[in-house]
T-cell receptor, first 116, second 115 residues
Framework: AQKVTQAQTEISVVEKEDVTLDCVYE???????LFWYKQPPSGELVFLIR??????QNEISGRYSWNFQKSTSSFNFTITASQVVDSAVYFC?????????????FGTGTRLTVIP | DGGITQSPKYLFRKEGQNVTLSCEQN?????MYWYRQDPGQGLRLIYY???????QKGDIAEGYSVSREKKESFPLTVTSAQKNPTAFYLC??????????????FGDGTRLSIL
């Protein structure tokens, strides 16, 4: 079974629109970590945020915000007033266990295209 | 600037040939990782190393080999046993202990193709 599901394969929005990228995860561990990474056309993955399973507070960083809901096993990512530079593939990832010893499970990514 | 350097950016392999992908970091990170990315898919772990002279297999280690003789370097060899090596390869590192629970820093990747 897929541990991290990003059901949206591709999304296109017009510049200045808000967009939400969905992430649903599956784990039996009580301690785990969730991540979002951005992969621009240049190829490298850029770390955006990490959230541990005990911290359900939503996070806002500039135009980016994250909504973590354990009740629905979701960790969604919203970009407000999108810009062309936001165009990239975005990956959600899960690390299980207190020490994160096992692996980092990636979703299949959501390709976001922001149209000027 | 501190970071991870992968080379070459593009690499071509002939049938039956071994090739080595380079990964160097100057972030003083203890842990290093190799991932494979195929089109439309997420990253899959090939090998990882938490400390010098030690490494573990990931989910898709068959046909690959690594070494970790220095903290800064974690080269990946794609052997002739890897029957479908065409992919984008990403190297990453993370600080201290805590394994996969720590954010990882990534290189720019190497794109490997079969001639």
């Amino acid at each position: 079974a897929q541990k991290v599901t990003q059901a949206q394969t591709e999304i296109s929005v017009v510049e200045k629109e808000d967009v939400t990228l969905d992430c649903v995860y599956e784990t039996r561990d009580t301690t785990y970590y969730l991540f979002w990474y951005k992969q621009p056309p240049s190829g490298e993955l850029v770390f955006l945020i990490r959230r541990n399973s005990f911290d359900e507070q939503n996070e806002i960083s500039g135009r980016y915000s994250w909504n973590f809901q354990k009740s629905t096993s979701s960790f969604n990512f919203t970009i407000t007033a999108s810009q062309v530079v936001d165009s990239a593939v975005y990956f959600c990832a899960l690390s299980e266990g207190a020490t994160g010893a096992n692996n980092l499970f990636f979703g299949t990514g959501t390709r976001l295209t922001v149209i000027p | 600037d501190g970071g991870i350097t992968q080379s070459p950016k593009y690499l071509f392999r002939k049938e039956g040939q071994n090739v080595t992908l380079s990964c160097e970091q100057n972030l003083n990170h203890d842990a290093m990782y190799w991932y494979r990315q195929d089109p439309g898919q997420g990253l899959r772990l090939i090998y990882y190393s938490q400390i010098v002279n030690d490494f573990q297999k990931g989910d898709i280690a068959e046909g690959y080999s690594v070494s970790r003789e220095k903290k800064e370097s974690f080269p990946l060899t794609v052997t002739s046993a890897q029957k479908n090596p065409t992919a984008f390869y990403l190297c990453a590192s993370s600080p201290g202990t805590g394994g996969f629970s720590k954010p990882q820093h990534f290189g720019d990747g190497t794109r490997l193709s079969i001639l």
